[in-house]
């Protein structure tokens, strides 16, 4: 069973477009959202997170939405740079023994056209 | 700076040959990780560590073990590789009881069993 449902699992986008990544869970208990950001060759690394408390969370150009009673949260990337093409992970974690595990989705593989 | 560096980061093997990926980490974290990616899974959790001498099973941990002696190191050993368990393989980190959750990733070894 698929614990956190990402889609697309790819896009295209232009320069200087809007990209939106949607992410989807059931787990009622997950209260941190963090989305991780792996381009070619590299290990991910966290891009920006939430916590269920706010509905929105900005960080430059991204931003998160989450919607707690849809138990949804999505990633929009606002004037997408050729630079930002890479693949795009969300994922939800609840604390277990006092720390973090994020279960990740399949992950979302971003190209933005120059 | 601080890192976490896997090894190798690449490998061919045959089937039924035990394996070992190291992993090393110099942020004295007490939480570490092992991560399987494939393409249309995404991030899979096979097993993690809160400390010496604690190991838990994730998702997908059939075939695969680790030990946990010292702080720095969680390495993965495949008893028997078997052809399934082609992959790239993450290492990762995070602070125990961190209000952040982030793990820090290695750049991964592409393990290939034929």
């Known amino acids: 069973q698929q614990q956190v449902k990402q889609s697309p699992q790819s896009l295209i986008v232009q320069k200087g477009g809007i990209s939106i990544i949607n992410c989807a869970y059931e787990n009622t208990a997950f209260d941190y959202f963090p989305w991780y950001q792996q381009f070619p060759g590299k290990g991910p690394a966290l891009l920006i997170a939430?916590?269920?408390?706010?509905s929105e969370k900005k960080e430059g150009r991204f931003t998160i939405s989450f919607n707690k009673s849809a138990k949804q949260f999505s990633l929009h990337i606002m004037d997408s740079q050729p630079g930002d093409s890479a693949t795009y992970f969300c994922?939800?974690?609840?604390?277990?023994?006092?720390?973090?595990?994020?279960?990740f989705g399949r992950g979302t593989s971003l190209i933005v056209h120059p | 700076d601080a890192e976490i560096t896997q090894s190798p980061r690449h490998k061919i093997t045959e089937t039924g040959r035990q394996v070992t990926l190291a992993c090393h980490q110099t942020?004295?974290?007490?939480?570490m990780f092992w991560y399987r990616q494939d393409l249309g899974h995404g991030l899979r959790l096979i097993h993690y560590?809160?400390?010496?001498?604690?190991?838990n099973k994730g998702e997908v941990s059939d075939g695969y073990s680790v030990s946990r002696s010292n702080t720095e190191d969680l390495p993965l050993t495949l008893e028997s590789a078997a052809s399934s368990q082609t992959s790239v393989y993450f290492c990762?980190?995070?602070?125990?009881?961190?209000?952040?959750?982030?793990?820090?990733f290695g750049e991964g070894s592409r393990l290939t069993v034929l």
């Open positions: 994922a939800a974690a609840v604390a277990s023994g006092g720390s973090y595990i994020p279960t």
């Open positions: 942020w004295n974290h007490n939480n």
């Open positions: 990762a980190s995070s602070e125990a009881g961190g209000r952040t959750g982030e793990l820090f």
């Open positions: 560590s809160y400390g010496v001498q604690d190991t």
């Open positions: 939430i916590r269920p408390d706010v």
